[in-house]
């Protein structure tokens, strides 16, 4: 599986935007996917999670009731809605597929896609 995130970009403290992962090579539906950062400094850290079906997710609480993952096997495509971001969710995002269940432990993904810097001012 071949994984291509985008929608990073530099925005304002309150403001939204939406992350896109589009996977090649495999079939997406068999996988569950999740979604990463990584801060300046810091370790890489667990966003949010999302089984093959879609139905099932899970968020991290730094996170929770502001971002919302969503998968689109039809295209493809993994999303991360965030709303109402903030300077601490300055980071580069990871998007990564897990031939398993997903869960908050990087090691669980079996491939990752390349990474976009989301910027929050404040």
């Known amino acids: 599986v071949q994984l291509q995130a985008s929608g990073g970009g530099l925005v304002q403290a309150g403001d939204s935007l939406r992350l896109s992962c589009a996977a090649s090579g495999r079939t997406f539906t068999n996988y569950g996917m999740g979604w990463f950062r990584q801060a300046p400094g810091k370790e890489r850290e667990y966003v949010a999670g999302?089984?093959?079906?879609?139905?099932?997710?899970q968020y991290a609480n730094s996170v929770k009731g502001r971002f919302t993952i969503s998968k689109d096997n039809a295209k493809n495509t993994l999303y991360l809605q965030m709303n109402n971001l903030n300077a601490e969710d300055t980071a580069v995002y990871y998007c990564?597929?897990?031939?398993?269940?997903?869960?908050?432990?990087?090691?669980?993904?079996?491939?990752w896609g390349q990474g976009t810097q989301v910027t929050v001012s404040s």
């Open positions: 999302i089984r093959w079906g879609g139905r099932w997710t």
């Open positions: 990564a597929a897990s031939a398993g269940i997903p869960d908050p432990r990087s090691e669980s993904y079996d491939y």
